[in-house]
């Protein structure tokens, strides 16, 4: 996998076909948090009965989105090295 703002240079690039099907989203009126017996933390629309958790603040500034409004320039540099190959 890679995260950064160059191409991969010791990888070749592949295209990877994705499957992008709808998927219906029904809001929730309340979040909550809670962490299980291994540290893993978890959310749900529903407080589990066994733990104890926590209700998420949804207006919380935490809870912001950060919005890309365009590509970096290696991710420019993939898309353009993707759109030239052949299937």
Do not use: C
């Not at 295209?15 to 962490?35: D, G, M, R, S």
């Not at 407080?47 to 919380?60: C, H, I, R, Y």
């Amino acid at each position: 996998m890679h995260y950064g703002d160059k191409p991969p240079t010791e990888t070749e690039v592949s295209p990877v076909t994705l499957n992008a099907k709808p998927v219906a989203v029904k809001p929730v009126e309340q979040v909550y948090t809670w962490e299980d017996e291994q540290g893993q933390i978890h959310y749900g629309d529903r407080a589990p009965e066994d733990q104890t958790a926590e209700a998420v603040d949804m207006d919380s500034k935490s809870m912001s989105t950060i919005r890309q409004t365009e590509f970096r320039a290696g991710e420019r540099e993939l898309l353009r090295q993707l759109e030239g190959r052949s299937p």
